[in-house]
Nanobody
Framework: QVLLVESGGGLVQAGGSLRLSCTAS????????MGWFRQAPGKEREFVAT????????YYADSVKGRFTMSRDNAKNTVYLQMNTLKPEDTAVYYCGADPYEAGLREDEYMYWGQGTQVTVSS
């Protein structure tokens, strides 16, 4: 069992920045690839970013590439999502997930999920 807790969401103006954190407890954090997904009202959950177990590779959705950066600190059992140049269309609940196999791009590849943190970008 892996317990994930996200934090760092909030209200920000377009063009601003936020840094989300996701802290894990339970099983060995460094054994899991981690991902960020988001779900806007009335839409399905979508992939945002993922990172390999040791942090040497990251992958991003085209919609956030160049604006968002995902990183991890295995000593702190935490992953981060630095979000810059935020747009109103980034408004969503952001979820982190733990993938026991590889840095997956699909929601069904993730075994554990946090409760989500709300990000609202005003225009």
């Amino acid at each position: 069992q892996v317990l994930l807790v996200e934090s760092g969401g909030g209200l920000v103006q377009a063009g601003g920045s936020l840094r989300l954190s996701c802290t894990a407890s339970g099983r060995t954090f460094s054994n899991y690839a981690m991902g960020w997904f988001r779900q806007a009202p009335g839409k399905e959950r979508e992939f945002v970013a993922t990172i390999t177990t040791n942090g040497d590779s990251t992958y991003y959705a085209d919609s956030v590439k160049g604006r968002f950066t995902m990183s991890r600190d295995n000593a702190k059992n935490t992953v981060y999502l630095q979000m810059n140049t935020l747009k109103p269309e980034d408004t969503a609940v952001y979820y982190c997930g733990a993938d026991p196999y590889e840095a997956g791009l699909r929601e069904d590849e993730y075994m554990y999920w946090g409760q989500g943190t709300q990000v609202t970008v005003s225009s």
